[in-house]
């Protein structure tokens, strides 16, 4: 997204970043130190075997807290994050993106606040042409939010937009 023009990276020192699909840690890790020690990432991944990983990341990073749970389950985890994040990052492959994401900006991300989310079209229906899905994910996703930009991530990620999203 950076390479391909995102205007401005929302992910600052002292922010508080909600990470959706942390997987072993490598990308939240950069986040973890963007927004340094009087920040916070929330790391919530589903797969046991990349928490092991992501775990062994967090215990060197004071502001990484590792989640196991279900990014499409966000009052399982209600508890764990607390108040309102200035951020939500998604990075998960799933059919219902938009909704994950909708839902978690509901749930977590204060009014104002930004979600970035990289969809991808084959993960959400292999078949049908990527513009397609990419305008019914945007449309899902003004539900919730106002399309600050959207950016395609092509050619060093086939079939995927980026959208910068403000909570309404």
């Known amino acids: 997204a950076?390479?391909?023009?995102?205007?401005?990276?929302?992910i600052k020192r002292g922010s508080s970043v909600l990470y959706l699909g942390a997987a072993n840690?490598?990308?939240?890790?950069?986040?973890?130190?963007?927004?340094?020690n009087k920040g916070v990432v929330y790391a919530v991944e589903i797969s046991q075997r990349s928490m092991r990983d992501l775990i062994f990341v967090c215990e060197k990073r004071e502001n990484m807290l590792p989640i196991l749970?279900?990014?499409?389950?966000?009052?399982?985890?209600?508890?764990?994050?607390?108040?309102?994040?200035?951020v939500i990052f998604e990075d998960v492959a799933d059919p219902d993106q938009a909704r994950i994401m909708n839902e978690n900006g509901r749930k977590f991300l204060k009014k104002g606040g930004?979600?970035?989310?990289?969809?991808?079209?084959?993960?959400?229906?292999?078949?049908?042409?990527?513009?397609?899905?990419?305008?019914?994910?945007?449309?899902?996703?003004?539900?919730?939010?106002?399309?600050?930009?959207?950016i395609s991530l092509e050619p060093l990620e086939k079939d995927h937009v980026f959208f910068v999203l403000e909570k309404k």
């Open 114 to 150: 930004i979600a970035l989310i990289a969809v991808k079209a084959r993960c959400i229906d292999a078949l049908e042409e990527p513009k397609i899905v990419f305008a019914q994910a945007r449309k899902e996703l003004e539900k919730e939010f106002r399309v600050v930009q959207e």
């Open 25 to 36: 840690g490598a990308t939240a890790s950069f986040v973890s130190d963007i927004v340094g």
């Open 2 to 10: 950076i390479l391909n023009g995102l205007k401005e990276l929302p």
């Open 69 to 86: 749970a279900d990014a499409r389950m966000p009052q399982n985890y209600f508890e764990d994050v607390g108040g309102n994040v200035d």
